[in-house]
């Protein structure tokens, strides 16, 4: 069983497009997350949803949006693809309760996106 | 300054050597640290985690965490040609959400 699944795996798309990811997780964990991870592996978070909600949002271009429609998923749409959008983007949950430190966070196997 | 640094190697070490796999933080706020391991082309595999100073053992693994110096480090006994991967450190604070920094990882090759 795999615990934080997206899809898809691979992705290769032309300049301009628009695609989505998804992201889902049967862990029962409340926080979920999207990193992107470089050619030079440097791994950076982008968003964080937390029972829904947006608790993290990095400088992303807002050609990037996240959407969580209930807690163990959450999707990453990205509009008017660029070259510097191929990398690798993983979706992570950990468990997490308010007023608390967090635990910590479980990866997807990643989406490859490569813009052609 | 740089939040984590790490030296990303790469490091080659022969099958069955000890690897001392180190990490250094800036910020004193930090509070729990967390060791992952990456094949290429995989998801980050959580190793160890903890929150407090000292060390903690799994296995072959021993995490090592000093507040006080602002450094992590993992420790690798008996190592494996299986554990030939790149080791991320990450580390936390507790504001009004969770987040991890994670450092740029050092790639690792043991030698069989």
Redesign the interface.
Same mark, same amino acid.
């Given at each position: 069983d795999t615990a934080?699944s997206q899809t898809p795996k691979y992705l290769v798309t032309q300049m301009g497009n628009d695609k989505s990811i998804k992201c889902e997780q049967n862990l029962g964990h409340d926080?979920m997350y999207w990193y992107k991870q470089d050619s /030079?592996?440097?791994? /950076? #978070?982008m968003f964080?949803y937390?029972n829904k909600e947006l #608790? #993290?949002n990095e400088t992303v271009p807002n050609r990037f949006s996240p959407k969580s429609p209930d807690k163990a998923h959450l999707n990453l749409h990205i509009n008017s693809l660029e070259l510097g959008d191929s990398a690798v983007y993983?979706c992570a949950s950990?468990p997490?309760t308010s007023g608390?430190?967090?635990?910590?966070?479980?990866?997807?196997?990643?989406t490859?996106l490569t813009v052609l | 300054q740089k939040e984590v640094e790490q030296d990303p190697g790469p490091l080659s070490v022969p099958e069955g050597a000890i690897v001392s796999l180190n990490c250094t933080y800036s910020n004193s706020a930090f %509070? !729990?640290f967390?060791w !992952?391991r %990456?094949y290429s082309? *995989?998801? $980050?595999?959580?190793l160890m +985690?903890t +929150?407090s100073s000292g060390n903690k053992e799994d296995g072959r693994f021993t995490a090592q965490v000093d507040k006080s110096s602002k450094y992590i480090s993992l420790f690798i006994r008996d190592s494996q040609p299986s554990d030939s991967a790149?080791y991320?450190c990450?580390i936390?604070m *507790?504001t009004?959400?969770? *987040?991890?920094i994670?450092g $740029?990882?050092t790639s690792l090759s043991v030698i069989p």
């Amino acid at each position: 069983d795999t615990a934080v699944s997206q899809t898809p795996k691979y992705l290769v798309t032309q300049m301009g497009n628009d695609k989505s990811i998804k992201c889902e997780q049967n862990l029962g964990h409340d926080t979920m997350y999207w990193y992107k991870q470089d050619s /030079k592996k440097f791994l /950076k #978070i982008m968003f964080s949803y937390n029972n829904k909600e947006l #608790i #993290i949002n990095e400088t992303v271009p807002n050609r990037f949006s996240p959407k969580s429609p209930d807690k163990a998923h959450l999707n990453l749409h990205i509009n008017s693809l660029e070259l510097g959008d191929s990398a690798v983007y993983f979706c992570a949950s950990s468990p997490r309760t308010s007023g608390s430190l967090g635990g910590p966070q479980y990866f997807g196997p990643g989406t490859r996106l490569t813009v052609l | 300054q740089k939040e984590v640094e790490q030296d990303p190697g790469p490091l080659s070490v022969p099958e069955g050597a000890i690897v001392s796999l180190n990490c250094t933080y800036s910020n004193s706020a930090f %509070q !729990y640290f967390m060791w !992952y391991r %990456q094949y290429s082309r *995989k998801g $980050p595999e959580l190793l160890m +985690y903890t +929150y407090s100073s000292g060390n903690k053992e799994d296995g072959r693994f021993t995490a090592q965490v000093d507040k006080s110096s602002k450094y992590i480090s993992l420790f690798i006994r008996d190592s494996q040609p299986s554990d030939s991967a790149t080791y991320l450190c990450a580390i936390a604070m *507790k504001t009004s959400y969770d *987040k991890v920094i994670f450092g $740029p990882g050092t790639s690792l090759s043991v030698i069989p």
